[in-house]
C-alpha cells in the first residue's frame, strides 16, 4: 500500500493547487494622504452623516473605529508609539484632558466661532456639543414640583429609588457627580449625601438610567441633557429638570492624536465638526446644544443663561479623577441599610 | 509456508492490480476535477464580464437620465416660473416631458433655491425641504451644474441621489433638479441583466452601500468590503464560496459589485473527494475480488508442486501431483509427474542392477575361496609325484594348478600371449588324457601377442573341439588362428572333426537356444565378449569349408591399451 500513499501523495496537491494569482495594486485602494481613521464614542446616528458628508466634501476615505471612551483611550495610549487613530471623536472634555498626553494641541479654525467657555485653553481637545446635567422624572409617579433641584433627591420619597450610572464607567455620571459636588456643601458631605439618596444602588450604564425611569423602576435620575432629550421625543413619559441649585455644561469634544499617520486630514476634520454645517446639524438633529456662539439656539430649550451653572474646573475633574472615585466607591459601600 | 507478507505472491499480484485499476483512476480524476474546474472558472468569468457590462449600461441610464432632464428643464421658457409660482399644471407637464422615459428609473423633484421642494413626478408631502447646506443640494450647488450623485442618510425609502442646478440662460442658478432612486427603481432598472443566482451590490463613491439585490447582504458585505480595502489594500476577488466583481461607474461614481457563487464550494469539493474516495475504494474491493480467486488459482497449483518438490527432495518417489485445466501450470505439473516417475522407474532399474552386481560379486568370492586350496593342493601333488617320479601327475597338477591360478587372479582382461601359454597348458593335460592323439597348432602373429582379450575364451572353445569334435578321429589337428581384420582382432579354431551339426551353424548363440550341458562353454564365451564389448562382436560357428572339421571365429575389437599402460 505505500506506493498508492505515495501516489495519493503526489496527486492531492495536484487536486488541492489552486492557481495563485500574483497580487496586483488594487486600482480602487485609496492612497494614504486620502484617508482618515477616526476613533468614535459618539452614537452610529450621530457619527455617520458627519462622517459621510466629511467624505463628500473633502474625498478623504475614514475608517471609523467605535467604542466606548474609556476603551478607545486606553487603546489610543496603547497604541501612542505607533499610533493607528488619527482623530479621538467624542467624549467628554476631562476625559480627553486626563489624557492629554496621548493627544497634540490644535487650535481649529473655527475657534473665533466658538463660545468662550467652550474654549480648551490648552488646545488639547475641539469641543463638538454642550451637554447640560439634568435631573429626570416619571411623569406618570412623580408630581412636577418635587423635583426641581439637587436638594430634593434627598428626600425619602426618592431613597433608593434614583438611577444613577456608576461614574467609574459611564463619563456623563463622573460628570453630574462633579456636577454636585460644585453645587456646594463640600466634597465628602455631597457625596455623603448623594450615596444615601441612592441608597447605595447604581446602574451598569448611562443607557440604563432613561429605561429605568421610563419604566418606573426607578421614579427620577441622574443623566444628560441630550439622553434625556431623545427619550422624551421618543414619547417616554419622562421629564426633565434642571435643577435649580446649578447644573454644569460639559462640552463632549474631539482631538488631534499626537503623532497621527494623517495628521493634515485630521485637523480638516476636526475643523469640520465645529463648522457652522455640522454644528447647525448638532442642534436640528441630534438633540444637543452647539457649542457656536454664532449659531441660534434651539428655541425649545431654555438658554444656558437662564440656567444656574455652577463653575465646572475641567482640570480639577481630570486631575481628581482617581481620587473621587475611590471615595465614592468607599463611601458607596458604607451606606447604611 | 509462513513468508514475508510483501515477498508473498498473492500480495504482489494484488497490489499490481491496485496500482493498474487506482493509478488511472486517480490521475484521471485529478484531471477532470482541474479541467473542468477551469472551464467553470472560465465560464464564471465570461458570465461576470457580461452581466457586469449590462449592469454598467443600466448605470449609464442614471447618469444620462439626470443630465438629459436638467438640460431639456433648462432650455424650457416656464422653468423661472417654476421656483416663483405655485402649483402650475404647465410645469408639471414641462417636468413629465424632460422626463420622459426615465420615469420609471426614479422620482425626479424641483426644489428652489432654498431647499423647498416645489414640483415632483413622485407623490410626495407637501413642504418637503432638503438642506442645501448639506447633502446633495449642498454638492450640487458646489458641482456648478454638473450631476451629482450621493445616497442620503435620511432618505427614507431613497437609496440614491441624484441632483444638478439648473440655471437660467445668464447663467443664475434658479434651483435645483433632484432625482431619487428607491429600492424598487433599482431593481426595475436591474431586472434580468444578472443571473439569478447571482447578487448586486452597488456601493458609493466610498464603498458604503447604497443598493444591495439581496438585504442581508446590504451592510454586512458593503463594510467587509471596505473594510478590507482600507486594512490590507484589495478587497479580495474570491472567497471559499463567492467571487466579486468590482467596477467603478465613473459618472456617477458609483461602484458596481456582481457576486457570483462559487463552482467549486468547500462543500462541492469535499462531494468530489468522497466521490472519488469511494471510488477508490470501489477499485480496491473489486481488485481484491478479482485477484484472490485468480491468485488463488496460479497460488494453489504452484503451492502444490512446491509441497510435491519438497517431498521429491525428502526422496519421497510416490508423489503425484493433481493437475486442473489444460494450461501452463497444468503442463508443469503433468511434466512433474512424469519426471517423477521416469525417475521412478530409473531408480528401480538401478536398484536391479545393483542387486545383480552384488550378487555377482558374491559368487566370485565363493568362487575365489576354494581354488587357492585346489591349487595349494595341486602343488602339494606335484611335488609329491616329482618325489615319486610321476612325472605326468606333476606335469598335470603343475598346469592345472597354473589353469586354476590364472582362472582365479582378479585381472579380467589378459595379453592374447597369455591366453594362449594358458590355453598350452590345458592342452598338455588334454594330451596326457587322450594320450597324444591331437596335435595342436597356434599361429600368434608377434604383432597381435599384447592384444588384450578377456581371460579364458580360448579355452572353451578348444575344449568345445577335444570333447566334440575329435572323438574317434585320429592325426586330429586343432588350428588356434589369431589375425588382424580391420579393427578387429579375429581368433580362428579349426579342427578337421566331425563338424557341427547343421543346427548350430550360424551366428552366435541366442540366449533362449542355449543348451544346458552341451556347448555351455561356448555359450559362455559368446556371452562374455557380447557384454564386454556389445553386440557385434562374439562367436560364429560353422564347418570347415575346405573340408571336414568345424570352425569357430571369435571377434573381438583389437586393443592394446592395457598391454602399454603395463
Known amino acids: 500500500m505505500k506506493k498508492q500513499i505515495l501516489i495519493l501523495a503526489l496527486l492531492l496537491p495536484l487536486l488541492a493547487s489552486c492557481a495563485e494569482k500574483q497580487p496586483e495594486p488594487y486600482p480602487y485602494t485609496p492612497d494614504q494622504d486620502r484617508r482618515l481613521v477616526v476613533y468614535t464614542s459618539h452614537k452610529e446616528e450621530v457619527y455617520t452623516p458627519i462622517i459621510r458628508e466629511f467624505e463628500e466634501r473633502t474625498g478623504i476615505w475614514v475608517d471609523v473605529v467605535s467604542g466606548g ?33 496621548c493627544f497634540s494641541p490644535y487650535i481649529c479654525r473655527e475657534a473665533a466661532g466658538i463660545s468662550e467657555q467652550f474654549q480648551s485653553e490648552s488646545g488639547c481637545w475641539t469641543p463638538f456639543s454642550a451637554l447640560p446635567v439634568v435631573l429626570v422624572y416619571n411623569t406618570k409617579l412623580v ?36 456636577t454636585r459636588i460644585q453645587t456646594g456643601g463640600g466634597m465628602e458631605d455631597s457625596l455623603t449625601r448623594l450615596c444615601t439618596a441612592l441608597d447605595g444602588k447604581q446602574l451598569d450604564s448611562s443607557g440604563a438610567v432613561l ?3 421610563a419604566d418606573g423602576s426607578a421614579l427620577v435620575g441622574i443623566t444628560l441633557e441630550e439622553t434625556a432629550l431623545q427619550h422624551i421625543a421618543a414619547g417616554e413619559d419622562i421629564a426633565l429638570v434642571y435643577p435649580s441649585d446649578g447644573t454644569s455644561c460639559v462640552p463632549d469634544g474631539s482631538a488631534l492624536v499626537k503623532g497621527a499617520p494623517h495628521g493634515d486630514n485630521a485637523r480638516l476634520f476636526l475643523d469640520f465638526t465645529v463648522s457652522t454645517d455640522v454644528q447647525s446639524m448638532v442642534g436640528q438633529r441630534f438633540c444637543r446644544r452647539t457649542v457656536r456662539a454664532d449659531i441660534p439656539a434651539d428655541p425649545s430649550l431654555p438658554p444656558l443663561s437662564t440656567l444656574n451653572m455652577v463653575s465646572y474646573d475641567v482640570e480639577w475633574a481630570s486631575q481628581n479623577r482617581d481620587r473621587l472615585l475611590s471615595e465614592w466607591s468607599f463611601l458607596l459601600g458604607e451606606v447604611p441599610s | 509456508m509462513t513468508r514475508p507478507l510483501s515477498h508473498s505472491f498473492r ?59 436638467a438640460r431639456a428643464l433648462e432650455e ?15 410645469i408639471n407637464t414641462a417636468l413629465f416631458l424632460a422626463t420622459e422615459g426615465s420615469r420609471d428609473l426614479a422620482d425626479y423633484s424641483l426644489y428652489d433655491l432654498r431647499g423647498s421642494l416645489r414640483y415632483s413626478t413622485g407623490s410626495v408631502t407637501a413642504g418637503t425641504t432638503l438642506s442645501t447646506r448639506w447633502g446633495v443640494l449642498f454638492a450640487a450647488k458646489n458641482a456648478g451644474g454638473q450631476a451629482v450623485y450621493q445616497a442620503p442618510m435620511d432618505g427614507g425609502k431613497t437609496l440614491l441621489q441624484g441632483a444638478a442646478l439648473l440655471k437660467n440662460p445668464q447663467g443664475e442658478p434658479l434651483g435645483y433638479l433632484v432625482m431619487e432612486l428607491s429600492e424598487e427603481n433599482f431593481q426595475k432598472l436591474f431586472a434580468g441583466k444578472y443571473g439569478s443566482s447571482n447578487e448586486v451590490l452597488i456601493l458609493n463613491r466610498y464603498w458604503h452601500p447604497v443598493y444591495a439585490s439581496q438585504s442581508g447582504m446590504k451592510e454586512e458585505l458593503a463594510d467587509s468590503l471596505r473594510g478590507q480595502l482600507l486594512r490590507s489594500g484589495n478587497p479580495g476577488a474570491e472567497t471559499e464560496e463567492y467571487r466579486l466583481l468590482i467596477q467603478e461607474h465613473p459618472p456617477t461614481g458609483l461602484y458596481l459589485v456582481l457576486r457570483q457563487p462559487q463552482m467549486f464550494t468547500q462543500s462541492t469539493m469535499k462531494l468530489l473527494h468522497a466521490a472519488s474516495f469511494f471510488c477508490v475504494l470501489m477499485g480496491i474491493v473489486i481488485s481484491a475480488v478479482l485477484c484472490l480467486p485468480l491468485s488463488r488459482r496460479i497460488s494453489q497449483p504452484i503451492g502444490r508442486l512446491l509441497k510435491a518438490f519438497s517431498r521429491l527432495e525428502q526422496d519421497d518417489l510416490d508423489v503425484h501431483v493433481s493437475r486442473d485445466g489444460e494450461d501452463e501450470l497444468g503442463q508443469l505439473a503433468s511434466g512433474f ?60 597338477s603343475t598346469n592345472l594348478a597354473d589353469i586354476l591360478r590364472f582362472c582365479i587372479s582378479a585381472e579380467e582382461f589378459v595379453p592374447l600371449r597369455r591366453e594362449v601359454e594358458v590355453l598350452n597348458r590345458y592342452v598338455e593335460i588334454q594330451k596326457i588324457r587322450l594320450s597324444d592323439q591331437f596335435s595342436f597348432l597356434v599361429s600368434l602373429p608377434e604383432k597381435l601377442e599384447t592384444c588384450m582379450v578377456p581371460k ?47 543346427d548350430m551353424i550360424g551366428h552366435p548363440y541366442r540366449r533362449e537356444s542355449a543348451p544346458t550341458g552341451h556347448h555351455l562353454g561356448l555359450f559362455n564365451v559368446d556371452t562374455i565378449l557380447k557384454k564386454h564389448y556389445g553386440e557385434r562382436y562374439g562367436l560364429y560357428l560353422d564347418n570347415n569349408p575346405a573340408g571336414s572339421g568345424a570352425r569357430v571365429r571369435a571377434r573381438l575389437p583389437l586393443r592394446r591399451r592395457e598391454e602399454e599402460e603395463c
Open chain 2, 76 to 90: 424650457s421658457r416656464l422653468l423661472p416660473r417654476a421656483f416663483t409660482s405655485r402649483e402650475d399644471t404647465q
Open chain 1, 143 to 178: 408630581a412636577p414640583e418635587s423635583l426641581t433641584s439637587w436638594k430634593d433627591l434627598e428626600s425619602p420619597a426618592f431613597r433608593g429609588k434614583i438611577a444613577f450610572a456608576d461614574p467609574q464607567i459611564s463619563g456623563s455620571s463622573y460628570t453630574a457627580l462633579v
Open chain 1, 69 to 101: 471612551t474609556n476603551e478607545l483611550l486606553q487603546r489610543i495610549q496603547q497604541e501612542a508609539d505607533a499610533p493607528k487613530a488619527d482623530v479621538m471623536f467624542g467624549g467628554g472634555v476631562e476625559s480627553l484632558e486626563s489624557y492629554q498626553d
Open chain 2, 11 to 69: 500480495n504482489r499480484l494484488l497490489l499490481s492490480f491496485l496500482i493498474a485499476s487506482l493509478a488511472p483512476m486517480i490521475i484521471c480524476s485529478t484531471m477532470l476535477s482541474q479541467i473542468s474546474r477551469i472551464q467553470m472558472t472560465k465560464q464564471l468569468d465570461t458570465d461576470a464580464q457580461t452581466q457586469t457590462a449590462h449592469l454598467m449600461t443600466a448605470l449609464d441610464r442614471i447618469s444620462d437620465a439626470l443630465p438629459g432632464a
Open chain 2, 456 to 502: 579364458m575364451i580360448l579355452q572353451p572353445i578348444v575344449e568345445n573341439a577335444i570333447l566334440h569334435g575329435l572323438e574317434g578321429i585320429s592325426d586330429s589337428v586343432i588350428r588356434v588362428e589369431a589375425a588382424q581384420e580391420g579393427e578387429d582382432l579375429l581368433i580362428t579354431v579349426t579342427d578337421n572333426g566331425h563338424g557341427l551339426p547343421p
Open chain 1, 211 to 213: 429605561t429605568a425611569v
Open chain 2, 337 to 396: 509427474n512424469h519426471m517423477v516417475l521416469a525417475l521412478k522407474a530409473n531408480r528401480q532399474e538401478l536398484v536391479e542392477n545393483q542387486r545383480e552386481l552384488n550378487q555377482a560379486q558374491v559368487r566370485m568370492l565363493q568362487a575365489q575361496l576354494n581354488p587357492h586350496f585346489l591349487c595349494n593342493t595341486l602343488d602339494t601333488m606335484k611335488w609329491i609325484s616329482k618325489i615319486n617320479h610321476v612325472p605326468q601327475v606333476a606335469l598335470m
